[in-house]
Structure formats: structure tokens, C-alpha cells
């Protein structure tokens, strides 16, 4: 089959996916990986094998063993119970409460909590706490929805080990190898960017510096198994960051090197797993039945499956090819690329589906122009993210769920489908100004 017919066909099949998930409320990799199998073997003439070989087993083994050891932390209340302290301790100063809790899903996200974890602890700190001290839906929604995903896209955190691995395995046999761990940082900056201006464009819209007294009950002391987690975690961050951050100021070192390379997130979260479970600190089996979000990685799995399947019949390089034959500068390209992400992402779970099915045209796209694709492959994060706060996405679902006042709730409806248009849009500007190659 020529390869611009095979590109309808792939494109039918991933619209067929989406319609069949949203629709049929079923998880959005299992259509996927079908019509993968279908083109792969019945279409390409490809062995099975060589279709199940595009499983991408790098990024679910990541998902699996961070979010396997951090949810020990979720299940016994240590995170809850580090949100509650960082609220806390700004209880004297309602102004800064707005900004109390932006930080709180960042520590929670960078401390290994999922963004539905995240939402769902942000959503029932900030509506039952900052809705009576008068803080606006408006901002209430832009806090939970994006602030909640800040500190996620750290390499180790959940978003950024995705960013990190489907960039590695995307850039592979390219010039720029080996920098996904770049591009989950530099990913993590821009959505930081992102959040802090629309966060900062509601705050002063919304007036919320004029939020009055906010009652905070004084937290629970931590226990010893939460006290106990929480030096594993952060034993566990040090071991990932410090040989990386000692490895950027003193280069050539062969040992800084090689403890950069060893101490991955990946094993680490193993090893750690294993001593919370020895040292009691949770159910082992809550944190693998539970606490592993294997609907997540079913999806991933089944997207980035089909996306192998087409890639290696040729549709991805020649989409990549059509772009570079257009007239649209690379930044013009960007905002293209994070408009179909947040359109995309209006009916999915954020990057988790998007980045790997639209970073696998981004890539060739770059490669035939010979620019940097981590600007793009930032641009499709991004805009995938803008709009996982519609109530039709995953998460904007949850945090209307967790809204303990009904008619707050119900209010939220129409706002979370405008703040992903202007999130949508935010994100394309971002794109085109050039703020991605930053």
C-alpha cells in the first residue's frame, strides 16, 4: 500500500480509537493496540512479533516501578500530610495562600504523586479551604488543574518519565541521543512558565489578593512510618539529582559519570519499594493492585504500538516530510504541533496518548530540517497538558469530582472548557514566540 493512503489509514485509526474510548468508556489502548495488529499484519504484512516488539517497554517499566514506590507515600498520608503542613505554615498570611498551594502540587508532583493524586489532594485542600475565604472557581480551577502537574514533569516524576523515555527512544538514531533527561527538565521549566503566567492572569483578575481569613486546622504530627517514607523519598531524590547536577559542574569525571548513569529513578524506586515493604510501611500489594496506574500504561502501550507500526511503514517520516516541504517557519510548526496536542487531549489522559503519537511526526519533521525536535517534542507536552483540565479529559474529571460543594462543582463545567481554549491558545503562543528553544 503507498504510503499516503497507509497515512488515512492510520489517521481513521487513530480517530476510531479515541471515538470507541471516549464513547464506549473503553481505555484508549486496547482499540489501539487492535488496529495496530490489523495495519501491522494484515496491511504491512509484518509478523506479529514484529508488531509486539513495538511495546514500549522502556516507558512502562518506568510508570510502573516510580508509581509502584511512590504510592506508599499516597497510601499511608505522607503527601497528604506534607500538603496540609505547607498550608499550614502560610495560615497567617491569606495572600499567600493562593501561592501556598500552587507550591503544594509542586512538592506533591515532584515527590512522585500522579497528576490524578495530585488533582484529587489539591482539589479538596483548595476548594474546601480557599472557596470560603472567597478565592475564586477561576483560580481555584487553574491551581488544582496545572498546578497540580508542575512538579510532575520532573525526570523522575511521573509526565517527565514519560518525556524522558519516549524522548531516548525517539531521538535514538539521531544527533541528539541520549537527551531525554534535557527534555524533561527544560519540559518542566516551560510548564512551569506556563502555569505561573496563567496562574499569575487570574490572581490579579480574580482579585485574589484580596482574599480574607483563612481557618486552617493545626495537622496531625507526621507518624513514624510517614517520617520513615518521607527520608526514603528524599534519599531517593538526592541519589537521582546530585550526581547529575555534580556531573554538569565538574565534567570528565568518570565516576560522577557512571553514578549518573546508574543511580536511574527506574532501579532506585525498586530498591525502594522493597524497603518500605520490608520496613512495613504500607501494603505491598496496594501499591502494585492500586497504586500503579495500569490503565495509563495500557494506553501508552497501545498508542505508542500504533505509532511504532506506522513509523515503521514510513507515514510518520512522511508526514515529518510534508511539513518540511510547507512554508511554515519550525515555531509555526511548534504551535501547530501543541494545538493538535490540546485538541487531542480534550477527550484523553494529556501526554500520556498525545506525546508519543505526535511526537513520533514531530521528530522526522526536525530531522529532515536539521533543527533541535526538543523544542517541538516541548511544544506537544505542553499543549497536551493545556487541556487536560476539560471536564471531558482525565483531569479535569477528577478535580470536579473531589469539589466537596455541589454547585461549586457544577460551575466548574463551562469554566474548565474555557480555560483549556485559553490554555489551548497560551500554549500556541508560546510556540510561536520561540519560548520553547529557551
Known sequence: MQVQTLLWVVLLAVAASIVISYFCKVNLGIPALIFAYIIG????GMKVKEVVAQWPTGVVFQLMTITMFFSFAIFNGTLPKVADNII??????????????????????????????????????????????????????????FGGSVGTFFP????????????????????????????????CLQWFIFTLMLFLIFFFV??????????????EPFTDAQKKNLVIIIVVAILVIAPNLLKICIKGN???????????????????TLVCTLMKLGSERDAIVKGVPWNTIIMVGGVCTLMGV??????????????AASTFSPTVVGAILALLGAFLSLFSGAINAVFPML????????????????????????????????????GGA?????????????????????????????SALMAVSGIFSI
Open 398 to 426: 477528577i478535580m470536579i469530582a473531589n469539589v466537596p460543594d455541589q454547585k461549586v462543582a457544577d460551575g466548574l463545567f463551562i469554566k474548565t472548557i474555557v480555560l483549556a481554549a485559553f490554555g489551548a491558545a497560551l
Open 310 to 323: 506506522a513509523s515503521a511503514a514510513g507515514v510518520t517520516q512522511y508526514i515529518g516530510d510534508l511539513l
Open 206 to 219: 480574580t482579585k485574589a489578593f484580596k482574599i480574607g481569613k483563612v481557618e486552617v486546622k493545626k495537622p
Open 156 to 187: 523522575w516524576a511521573v509526565q517527565g518519565a514519560v518525556v524522558k523515555s519516549r524522548t531516548d527512544d525517539m531521538l535514538a538514531d539521531t544527533a541528539f541521543a541520549g537527551m531525554g533527561e534535557i527534555a524533561a527538565y527544560k519540559t
Open 41 to 44: 499484519v494484515f496491511i504491512q
Open 88 to 145: 499550614y505554615r502560610f495560615r497567617n498570611n491569606a495572600k499567600l495562600i493562593p501561592f501556598a498551594l500552587l507550591l503544594i502540587g509542586a512538592v506533591i508532583g515532584a515527590l512522585g504523586a500522579p497528576p490524578p493524586a495530585c488533582n484529587t489532594i489539591l482539589a479538596v485542600l483548595t476548594f474546601s479551604i480557599a472557596i470560603p475565604a472567597g478565592l475564586s472557581p477561576w483560580l481555584c480551577a487553574v491551581i488544582v488543574a
Open 359 to 394: 511526537g513520533a511526526i514531530a521528530v522526522p519533521y526536525a530531522t529532515t530540517m536539521g533543527i533541535d525536535p526538543i523544542p517541538l517534542l516541548i511544544a506537544i507536552a505542553v499543549g497536551a497538558s493545556a487541556t487536560a483540565i476539560s471536564p471531558f479529559s482525565t
Open 254 to 272: 568518570a565516576a560522577l559519570n557512571l553514578l549518573a548513569s546508574a543511580f536511574d529513578i527506574q532501579m532506585l524506586a525498586i530498591i525502594g
